[in-house]
């Protein structure tokens, strides 16, 4: 399968994340890769093609335009921030899952971070414990599978067959002027197409599969681990939101053991 691959990025600040995210997505055995990345200075990393632009917003944008211009050209794209560790095994269940689902729905991920002290619990940083209950549908069945969706859609990332790709252009505003969209824009780049973000218009319906073993193979490493570990330099996360836990520093999310008794 051909995959053209969009990457983020501004500054050298994630560069190292970026180096193992191309890492990652070179290896992968199965699928013929192309690897763009979009920043404002070139990581210099192999087997990818640097694109340069002027301001970070433009970087997770630009994928947008180069996604319409090469529909025809591949099977399956993917978008992606530059701390973003999808591996291939991710992209293999999408593919077996995505196919089953109607037009208007897609196959999503959950972010997850690891404690530094605590390898062994991943914790879903976009599955906040308050305000409200993160889920906001269960026991959506489709063609025997049965799947969920969440109040927060945002992801970091996305991927698209040719054929969904095709119906979130021509449903919405995909090419929108990224300077109309006000606050919220980086994230807007990966998560405005869906359905459940409240800052765009998307078209699609993200679900996830209730089946634990099939749930653990969306999962995608958010690599900084920045929401649930406090900075080395001991500088505590900013308190900008209500699911931040100002004693702790750091971000109050469901993990993945407590999900499973939700779904």
Known sequence: MKILISIATYGTKNHTFL??????????????????????????????????HVNPANTV???????VDNLNKYDLFIFSEDDILVNEHTVNTY??????LPLNCTLGFLRFEQLREDANIKYLIDMWKVPGHPISET??????????????PHQSCYILTRDKLKYVIENS?????????GTNILESASSGIFIEWYHGTGVLKKLL????????????????????????????????????????GRTTTYTLSELSNLI
Do not use: A, W
Not at 61 to 67: A, L, S
Not at 95 to 100: G, T
């Open 19 to 52: 180096k193992r995210v191309v890492e990652c997505y070179n290896s992968f055995n199965n699928h013929d890769i192309t690897i763009h990345i979009h920043g404002t200075i070139d990581p210099h990393l192999s087997d990818s093609k640097f694109i340069d």
């Open 173 to 181: 505003n995909y090419l929108i002027d990224y300077n109309t969209l």
């Open 61 to 67: 944008y630009f994928h947008r335009n180069e996604f």
């Open 95 to 100: 593919l077996k899952y995505d196919s089953k």
């Open 139 to 152: 026991d959506i069945k489709i063609e025997n599978e049965s799947y969920f969706s969440v109040v927060n």
């Open 209 to 248: 599969p209730t089946n634990i073993q099939v749930l653990e193979q969306c999962l995608i490493e958010h690599l900084p681990g920045n929401h649930m570990n406090v900075p080395p330099d001991g500088e505590l996360l900013p308190n900008n939101n209500t699911n931040y836990d100002p004693v702790q």
